[in-house]
């Protein structure tokens, strides 16, 4: 099992990526949403991946997160969802807005992902709602850009965001603005700085 490659861009189009690793180009399947993240061409990379072994053929899958491959492999789990089907949901929705859409039951966001029908959406619901929890989002396990972000661990960071959600906005917006206050080194010691530094963001 190859858990991750670490070279350099060789090339990139449309879902692959070509990594040269000591000489060596690795053909690596890659999500629309890492494709628009990856680096130039000559760059070095690192993307983690999972192998799709079958019977015809031996497949790269890669992400340039690790939340990002677990969510992977937890989309694959779902029966019905093969490595294209959880690499098509992937390319529409970030982790975190997957995480929101599965605890929200919002199964018509899904399903917009190519190939994946209303039923199958359906199914991903109903088998990964209990492996997740609001925790994991306001966690900060978004995968995201890739950057470190802060965990919403402290109370007024946590009350901050459940303000902004009685105020309509939804919890992966609300939790990835208070992150982002927070990340960004704001002096924002109160539930009420918070708020309103995170309502800048949003406006």
Do not use: C, H, W
Not at 103 to 127: M, N
Not at 175 to 199: M, N, P
Request: negative net charge; proline residues 3%.
């Amino acid at each position: 099992m190859i858990a991750f490659v670490n070279g350099i861009l060789d090339e990139k189009r449309d879902l692959l990526a070509v990594i040269d690793v000591g000489g060596i180009g690795y053909n690596v399947n890659i999500s629309a949403y890492t494709a628009d993240r990856l680096p130039s061409k000559g760059d070095a990379v690192k993307l983690y991946t999972y192998m799709s072994v079958r019977e015809d053929a031996m497949n790269l899958y890669g992400f340039l997160t690790r939340d990002e491959l677990d969510f992977f492999k937890l989309l694959i789990s779902v029966s019905g969802i093969g490595p294209k089907g959880g690499q098509a949901i992937l390319s529409v929705m970030t982790p975190d807005d997957l995480r929101f859409a599965i605890l929200s039951g919002d199964s018509k966001a899904i399903s917009k992902a190519p190939g994946v029908g209303k039923k199958t959406a359906e199914r991903l619901v109903l088998e990964l709602k209990d492996k997740i929890s609001n925790d994991d989002i306001l966690e900060g396990r978004a995968g995201g850009s890739g950057e470190s972000v802060a965990p919403l661990s402290d109370e007024p960071q946590n009350e901050a965001v459940e303000a902004l959600v009685s105020l309509g906005y939804g919890l992966s917006e609300a939790s990835k603005a208070v992150r982002k206050v927070i990340a960004e080194g704001a002096k924002a010691e109160d539930t009420e700085s918070i708020l309103k530094l995170a309502l800048k963001e949003l406006i």
